[in-house]
């Protein structure tokens, strides 16, 4: 099994430019999540979907857009990329309620 | 809004000695916890997770330990060894599967 699969793995933007990070897990997980991960800090949750159909905001959900396509796809957008948006961008997948989060290798993005 | 353990100190351990990484968490609704680890350029992996019906949980050289009273968490790792250094995440899950994560830990173990 790949388990979570993140794509681009890296990626250049302009100022303005807009973009689509895609997720897809395989593990047949019901909940998914997007975190931003800036250099030498913690993870911070963007959006996360608790259940196919269904999307909720996290903690810095601003200048993002999430759509749940499927079971095992959740994407992230950046309509508008500024450079406050450099960083690096993880995918995660839980199968059920109390049980542990699988990641993805995450997307370095850089917007200059 | 609810957090979770907002600083990164860096913990210097002499390889062999025993390591205890702590974390505070705010949100008293939290029932799950996990402790992830971070190595460079990798994703968050799971260590080890504890439900808040639990105190305490161990598993293999690492002990989890939950003080709902005072909200702490902490991480405890057996015989640090070098392949521990890496940077360690604690982790809360709250109602509808809302997972956030503290500031992190970076462990460095010293030959």
């Known amino acids: 099994n790949a388990g979570v699969t993140q794509t681009p793995k890296f990626q250049v933007l302009k100022t303005g430019q807009s973009m689509t990070l895609q997720c897809a897990q395989d593990?047949?997980?019901?909940?998914m999540y997007w975190y931003r991960q800036d250099p030498g800090m913690g993870l911070r949750l963007i959006y996360y979907?608790?259940?196919?159909?269904?999307?909720d905001k996290g903690e810095v959900p601003n200048g993002y857009n999430v759509s749940r396509l499927n079971k095992r796809e959740f994407s992230l957008r950046l309509e508008s990329a500024a450079p406050s948006q450099t960083s690096v961008y993880f995918c995660?997948?839980?199968?059920?309620?109390?049980?542990?989060?699988?990641f993805g290798q995450g997307t370095r993005l850089t917007v200059v | 809004g609810e957090s979770v353990g907002l600083h990164l100190p860096t913990l210097s351990v002499q390889e062999g000695d025993n390591s205890i990484i702590n974390c505070a968490y705010s949100?008293?609704?939290?029932?799950?916890f996990i402790w992830y680890k971070q190595e460079s350029g990798k994703g968050p992996q799971f260590i080890i997770d504890?439900?808040?019906?639990?105190d305490k949980r161990q598993g293999q050289r690492v002990t989890v330990l939950l003080n709902k009273t005072v909200k702490h968490l902490s991480l405890q790792i057996a015989a640090t060894q070098p392949g521990d250094s890496a940077v360690y995440f604690c982790?809360?899950?709250?109602?509808?599967?809302?997972?956030?994560f503290g500031g992190g830990t970076r462990v460095l173990v010293k030959p």
């Open positions: 995660a997948s839980a199968n059920r309620l109390n049980t542990e989060a699988f």
């Open positions: 593990m047949n997980h019901n909940s």
């Open positions: 979907s608790a259940s196919e159909g269904t999307t």
């Open positions: 949100n008293s609704a939290s029932d799950y």
């Open positions: 504890i439900r808040s019906n639990m």
């Open positions: 982790a809360e899950q709250a109602a509808g599967n809302k997972l956030t």
